[in-house]
């Protein structure tokens, strides 16, 4: 089966499947959830924000044990070599010769767990391998698996210590997903798992294999012209926001999205229409993933913080100003 033979109803199905695989064992994550599919059907990465204990970590592994793919976890600390990550040559002394050895980025899901507490050494060779999708070591270069998502973490708490990731790094990520608190009846689910006798398994939903057949349907999403053009105006007006009658915010914002934020809003919109089961996008697909690419795309000034803006009031009043379609 191909992505030519399948159905976007059918293609909605399979993905459901999958995604409540995942909910039946983390609770009060869904929309964590919901945007890790989307991620998965674009092939892209995504930065996960959010204070430890909300089930980041889980999310990641019963994601990747329904989908029987392969899943490392990496924990960055200052410490850490580019190798560690990537791989390196050993000597082998049954042939007196050094081979290459993969590293852990060798995966289909690979989490970086607090990807600001290593270098900026390692975080280039981790972003290297999440551009190119591939690994050199020494004079050999191997392919990484298909797919392959990184989906990395940072505490928005305890920054002493860190090295935060460029602004041309983070561009590389898909979304920037802020995970919050579960409500209080998903918390008392969650307490009643552990104080429990056994704790969930993920359950197989579908072939790692099968998702490129599926993430393939994702083009035959129709994208209106009028919603491609509503996307780059939605971007423009992150750099030039005094064209939708926003000139107070000049002051407040450095530099606006790139171009990568018009893209990431187009596959990502073509991807949730997919995941709900709809064969077009409307505005309000663009409208809820606007947030999550653009985040950590725009870099405020001083004056915005002195004034306590934050990036997210800066979107919103972007998504008020730029005329619906």
Known sequence: ???????????????????????????????????????LVCRGHVLLEGVPGLAKTLTVRTLA?????????LQFTPDLLPADVTGTMVFDPKTSEFVPH?????????LADEINRAPAKVQSALLEAMEER??????ATFQL??????????????????????E??????????????????????????????????????????????????AGQVHLDQRIKTYIVRLVNATRRPAEVGLGDLVPL??????PRASIALGIGSR?????????????????ELAPAVLRHRLVLTYEAEAEGVSVEDIIDRVLLAVEVP
């Open 271 to 287: 991807a949730l229409a997919l995941v709900r089961g709809r064969a077009f996008v409307t505005p309000e697909d663009v409208k």
């Open 65 to 73: 044990g329904a989908l029987q793919g392969r899943f490392q976890r």
């Open 145 to 166: 698996p298909d797919p392959f998502v990184v989906l990395a973490t940072q505490n928005p708490i305890e920054q002493e210590g860190t090295y935060p990731l460029p």
């Open 1 to 39: 089966m191909d992505s030519q033979t399948l159905s976007v109803d059918a293609t909605a199905a399979r993905l459901g499947e999958i995604q409540r695989a995942v909910s039946d064992v983390v609770v009060g994550q869904d929309e964590l959830i919901q945007s890790m599919m989307v991620a």
């Open 102 to 110: 993969q590293g852990p980025v060798f995966a289909n899901l690979v």
């Open 253 to 258: 914002l450095g530099f606006g999205a790139s």
């Open 168 to 217: 041309a790094q983070l561009d590389r990520f898909l979304f920037k997903i802020v995970v919050d608190y579960p409500s209080q009846d998903d918390e008392l689910r969650v307490l009643e798992y552990h104080l429990g006798d056994r704790f969930p398994e993920p359950s197989p939903a579908a072939q790692v294999s099968e998702l490129n057949d599926l993430a393939g349907v």
């Open 134 to 139: 591939q690994v050199t070591i020494g004079d």
